[in-house]
């Protein structure tokens, strides 16, 4: 069970404690009229640079540990000379 009350959730400037982020970001906005920073992808909102950037460096992570599975991309048949051949067929030296 969470710790209704964790230091992760209290407010670094007056010591209120709040049940979850989202609490302590509104209080800090308005009670201590902190700018608050966004995520650029998902919006997710945080007080601290600190905390924002971890989130955007596992965003980043998961970006591109999806992209870098082989099985998303289309299977391409032939060897590479067989692709390179078909690549050019396209292209003529006739001026």
Do not use: W
Not at 52 to 71: F, N, Q, V, Y
Request: proline share 2%.
């Amino acid at each position: 069970m969470k710790n209704p009350f964790s230091k992760k959730d209290n407010c670094t400037q007056c010591d209120a404690k709040f049940l979850n982020h989202d609490e302590l970001v509104v209080h800090v906005r308005h009670e201590h009229h902190k700018t608050i920073l966004k995520c650029e992808k998902c919006g997710q909102e945080f007080i601290h640079e600190k905390d924002r950037l971890h989130h955007a460096r596992k965003e980043r992570e998961e970006e591109l540990r999806d992209r870098s599975h082989r099985e998303s991309y289309p299977k391409e048949s032939g060897s590479t000379q067989d692709r390179v051949t078909r690549h050019t067929s396209h292209f003529d030296d006739k001026l």
